[in-house]
């Protein structure tokens, strides 16, 4: 680098850049290729002190918004594994957003469910759709007015919701109401306050 000069303009003097440091007054017609930011690494997802294996939530969004469910385990990055029962409510095992709940102040008894069944229904691949592959053609053509048909249900997950369910229910007939508590959905009406409300 060169140390830029100064000249005298009249009264004043003042620095002036050495004409290599100058601005260019023409520029590559193609771009230069810039280094790529580094991504941070992702930060270890820390569960809300509310959400305790056997605490019943409630969904405020998706398929099954404003059902009472039993959260199970907490999965990776802010997943929850949850459940109806299925017989109760209608709601199968599934993953929720940790975002999407309310955490209620009541608890469900855990015991006598299989821990090894829920370390299996927590994997990923549980929970990935097999994919069908479909020629097209004429019958392909001809099925576009049709109404789908409904996706079956796997008899091993099935079998499944009904092993985790089973010891749940157990639990659930023991305390009185409960059972109607968990049917029932959540819903606000005009004047709830939900920030004073005790969850």
């Known amino acids: 680098m060169s140390a830029p000069t100064t000249k005298t303009f009249g009264k004043s003097t003042r620095s002036v850049p050495h004409p290599t440091e100058r601005a260019q007054k023409w520029y590559p017609a193609e771009d230069e290729d810039k280094p790529r930011k580094v991504r941070k690494a ?3 997802w820390a569960p809300r002190s ?30 929850l594994l949850v459940t109806g029962p299925f017989k109760i409510n209608g709601v199968p095992l599934r993953r929720v957003n940790s975002r999407y709940v309310i955490a209620t102040s009541l608890k469900v008894d855990l015991a006598g469910i299989d821990e090894a069944k829920i370390e299996e229904i927590a994997k990923p691949k549980y929970f990935t759709a097999e994919k069908t592959k479909e020629k097209a053609g004429e019958e392909a053509f001809f099925k576009q007015g049709e109404k789908p048909q409904k996706k079956e249900v796997s008899s091993s997950r099935a079998a499944d919701q009904k092993a985790v369910d089973k010891a749940l229910l157990a639990n659930i007939k023991k305390v009185d ?3 109607s508590y968990l049917a029932t959905s959540f819903s606000l009406r005009k004047g709830d306050k939900p920030h004073e409300m005790k969850w």
């Open 42 to 44: 992702i930060r270890a």
């Open 50 to 79: 509310s959400l305790q294996p056997g605490t019943v939530l409630i969904l405020l969004a998706g398929r099954f918004r404003g059902k009472r469910v039993v959260l199970l385990k907490n999965l990776d990055q802010g997943v």
């Open 177 to 179: 109401m409960l059972a």
